[in-house]
């Protein structure tokens, strides 16, 4: 069976990390998209908040890869747009930095949030993640505890991104997205609105409208 690309897991190190990031794509926008200039004023600056200067660069390094994953537009609607579009497209760089993220999100909590389930549960994450054992071998080796550690790294980032109202519930919130972020999710790649809990026909449609 040909498998797909091995997944990055390297999201454990951290949770959706909202002002972390802000206050890094800002510093890399204002230094001229110069990733050099940019880690050095991280860490002059202490951006990350951190005591360890093991722990910074961990978490500079996780950082980097979720702005380097967004375009020139959606990293502008980060920098530069209310907290609730920059969660939306910090949510949007998670799920195109990390692809297990968004495989969970649109096809397991979207196909809940529309078979009226309400909330997602750990279950479902075991379910998924032994279904994805098939596709992507590498999670063959991965013990139970690191299992569980993924599990509850992605529902606090699924908490934190207004997907579910808590982790405690599981509730499924679906966020409401401006026409300005839809059309620039559309440019890039409609298939992200799923992240977004968007049905294939609201991908269609949108497609249809901005295209």
């Given amino acids: 069976m040909q498998t797909e690309k091995t997944y990055n897991l390297t999201f454990t190190a951290g949770t959706l990390l909202l002002n972390e990031t802000y206050a890094v794509a800002e510093t890399y926008l204002e230094s001229g998209c110069d990733w050099g200039k940019t880690q050095t004023i991280t860490f002059e600056h202490n951006l990350m908040s951190k005591d360890k200067v093991s722990t910074n660069k961990r978490f500079f390094s996780l950082v980097k890869q979720r702005i380097s994953a967004l375009n020139e537009e959606e990293l502008d609607l980060l920098v530069n ?20 993220i968004f495989d969970f999100i649109s096809v397991n909590v979207r196909d809940s949030f529309f078979a009226m389930q309400e909330r997602v549960t750990h279950a479902n994450f075991n379910e998924f993640f032994n279904e994805k054992k098939y596709v992507h071998p590498e999670l063959e080796a991965i013990t139970d505890l690191t299992v569980a550690k993924i599990r509850q790294v992605v529902f606090r980032i699924l908490e934190q991104a207004e997907l579910i109202e808590s982790i405690d519930t599981g509730l499924i919130q679906r966020p409401y997205l401006s026409e300005k972020v839809e059309r620039v999710i559309v440019k890039d790649n409609p298939k992200w609105l799923a992240a977004f809990l968007y049905s294939n026909n609201e991908i269609n449609n949108a497609c249809s409208l901005y295209e």
Wanted: charged share 15%; aromatic share 0%.
């Fill in 81 to 100: 747009s209310t907290v609730l579009i920059r969660r939306q497209m910090l949510l949007l760089a998670i799920c195109k930095a990390h692809a297990l």
